[in-house]
């Protein structure tokens, strides 16, 4: 069993920077992917970014290039790179680990981006 905890999340101005972080209680050394999805309000949860335990990485198309996946699998964090940000990537935040056949959703963190 890991729980995982976000933080990191606030309120930031377009164009402005976050990084959010993601402690996992145990070690994600062998989880296989590691990701975040984000949830705006009237919407779906959708796939932000995600990490292979090998470091491959996936990104939605609307945030390559500005946002950074990565993940500690010493310290057993997972992080968030958020750059260039614009007011649709308002949303809570869920840090997200499958396991196969488990899967582990944190709390959320909410990012509002707004002048």
């Known amino acids: 069993q890991v729980q995982l905890v976000e933080s990191g999340g606030g309120l930031v101005q377009p164009g402005e920077s976050l990084r959010l972080s993601c402690a996992a209680s145990?070690?994600?050394?062998?989880?296989?992917?590691m990701g975040w999805y984000h949830q705006a309000p009237g919407n779906e949860r959708e796939l932000v970014a995600s990490?292979?335990?090998?470091?491959?990485?996936k990104y939605a198309d609307s945030v390559k290039g500005r946002f950074t996946i990565s993940r500690d699998n010493v310290k057993n964090m997972q992080y968030l790179q958020m750059n260039s940000m614009s007011p649709e990537d308002t949303a809570d935040y869920y840090c997200?680990?499958?396991?196969?056949?488990?899967?582990?959703w944190g709390q959320g963190t909410r990012v509002t981006v707004s002048s």
């Open positions: 145990g070690s994600i050394e062998h989880i296989y992917v």
């Open positions: 990490i292979t335990y090998t470091g491959g990485t």
């Open positions: 997200y680990a499958h396991d196969p056949p488990l899967e582990y």
